[in-house]
């Protein structure tokens, strides 16, 4: 039953907007991920809700939650619950559906998130696990599903088939850095997608410089 | 990071060291953050949960209606010095019902644990900050010692409604603020270990249903009796009372009797208060027919 809290700012903060850290501030989480996939706001998105989420996401602010992450604002702007209406004028085609059946990830407070930018599809299912922290426990990227462990932070890379050297040498270059305390490798047609999940979080100018050295790489 | 409370009370009584200074050291081995990094964030986190507690004194209402103006109300019986429970028991429960109150009007606050249970910690903070005249490093040294607590329990049992009811929320919440209140007012590391152990005794079995699935009704009420159960808790411990359970057997009960709960008491409004006939009647007013529906389809 326990979580993978790291820090006593995962039990004192987030600083957020109410009414709800799991389904508000943890909901904008999860939205926030789910950018993080494509560095941009997508065109259209499609939210599906499990269990608790399905039957108290109006209640809770989840939808201008999702919203707010996905639009890359923080849980404690201002502008969180006018997020839906920010997304449309953002040309963001935004949809959920509360799901019946039980959570496909096993936790009552899941949402499963489908992105389509340009010709590409995305899914990210996470979970928030209580007083905003977050779990993601499976994503799909070209064409690839990678079954995740959960904890973050976690960093996501895509390697085409020619480019397996630059992935390998990503792997080392983190390790340098950080302890990984699980590496996932799983190929696809013409590439492969990395999912390690790393020991502590990065300092931000590291993440940057990694991020400007390998820009398909994501930090969840 | 410790996994349990003894093996955090055995290492700060070995090192001499209080609670607070000895979670703050493992929070910046864990982050790789500076000491002063981790102060700063944390004094951040105070001044949010100040300006909360001083707006919901003002009196703020949440946009259903159904909370809102009633710590502004307790301010004004304080004021009249004719309480039943005294001025400290009350200044707190005006703090934690006023940042709950902030919360469910969709205001700015600081979970601890969470945002359902934001006012409990808060609450009991602010109370001791005026008894005892507390500087503000002092408040900061008492979020880091009811963050280690609470970030225990977290990894060993949860905090989150949905997984182990109301119990997990404010029972978590009573507990970390009963540590740091023991500390703060100058007991034993082994004191604030018998005051979470009360704290979380005395709440355990505490289910999660709120009313139309909101976080209103009844958790800005809950949170004033985390409050008043933080500073039992707390006086019990500072006056050499016991817990025959130890703290981490009574967290391990907590996550027990969570997984325990029906799913209609842990945070998807069907059940409790929040299936009564009123509670139901609020609901569909709010909602329509919709929320009925799927409520029909899954309880």
């Not at chain 1, 959570?103 to 996470?126: K, R």
């Not at chain 2, 019990?236 to 907590?254: H, K, N, V, W, Y």
Request: proline residues 4%.
């Amino acid at each position: 039953m326990g979580g993978n809290y790291r820090s006593v700012f995962d039990i004192i903060g987030p600083v957020m907007i109410g009414p709800s850290s799991s389904h508000t501030a943890g909901a904008v989480a999860l939205g926030q991920a789910a950018r993080k996939l494509l560095w941009q706001t997508p065109h259209k998105a499609t939210v599906h809700y499990y269990e608790s989420f399905a039957l108290t996401h109006r209640g809770h602010g989840t939808d201008y939650a999702i919203a707010a992450g996905l639009l890359g604002l923080a849980p404690a702007d201002a502008r969180v619950p006018q997020a839906p209406q920010l997304a449309r004028q953002a040309g963001l085609d935004l949809r959920f559906v509360e799901e019946s059946g039980p959570s496909p990830i096993h936790h009552p407070n899941t949402a499963v998130i489908e992105l389509w930018a340009g010709q590409q599809h995305f899914q990210i299912s996470g979970c928030s696990i209580g007083g905003g922290t977050i779990e993601i426990r499976a994503v799909t990227m070209h064409g690839i599903s990678v079954q995740l462990a959960g904890a973050l932070p976690l960093a996501l890379y895509y390697a085409p088939d020619h480019a397996q050297l630059r992935a390998r040498q990503l792997v080392q270059h983190l390790r340098q850095l950080v302890p990984i305390k699980r590496r996932q490798i799983k190929r696809g047609q013409a590439g492969a997608v990395y999912a390690l999940n790393l020991g502590q979080a990065l300092a931000t100018p590291q993440v940057e410089q990694l991020m400007h050295q390998y820009p398909d790489l994501t930090f969840l | 990071m410790f996994n349990r409370i003894d093996e955090l009370v055995q290492a700060a009584t070995q090192n001499h060291q209080s609670l607070a200074e000895l979670i703050m050291q493992a929070e910046c081995e864990t982050s790789g953050q500076s000491q002063r990094q981790v102060w700063q964030r944390m004094a951040q986190n105070l001044t949010a949960m100040e300006a909360a507690a001083a707006q919901g004194a003002q009196g703020v209402r949440s946009a259903t209606g159904l909370t809102g103006g009633e710590a502004a109300k307790l301010c004004a019986y304080r004021a009249k010095n004719q309480s039943l429970s005294g001025d400290l028991m009350l200044s707190a429960v005006q703090a934690a019902m006023a940042t709950n109150e902030v919360n469910a009007a969709m205001g700015v606050v600081c979970a601890t644990p969470t945002a359902g249970s934001s006012g409990t910690l808060p609450g009991v903070m602010m109370a001791l900050k005026q008894q005892r005249h507390l500087t503000r490093d002092a408040l900061i040294r008492f979020l880091f010692t009811a963050g280690e607590i609470g970030l225990i329990i977290a990894n060993q049992a949860g905090i989150a409604g949905a997984t182990g009811g109301c119990q997990a929320e404010v029972g978590s919440a009573s507990a970390m603020a009963a540590a740091a209140a023991v500390e703060a007012a100058g007991g034993t590391p082994a004191q604030s270990a018998q005051a979470v152990a009360i704290a979380l005794s005395n709440l355990l079995g505490l289910v999660c249903d709120p009313i139309a699935g909101l976080v209103e009704v009844p958790c800005v009420k809950r949170n004033a009796i985390g409050a008043g159960n933080a500073l039992i808790a707390a006086d019990l411990a500072l006056a050499g009372c016991t817990s025959l359970i130890p703290a981490d057997e009574c967290i391990q009960a907590m996550a027990q009797v969570g997984q325990a709960m029906p799913a209609s008491l842990r945070e998807t409004g069907l059940g409790g208060l929040a299936g009564t006939p009123t509670g139901q009647k609020i609901r569909t007013k709010i909602f329509g027919q919709t929320m009925g529906a799927i409520s029909d389809a899954k309880g």
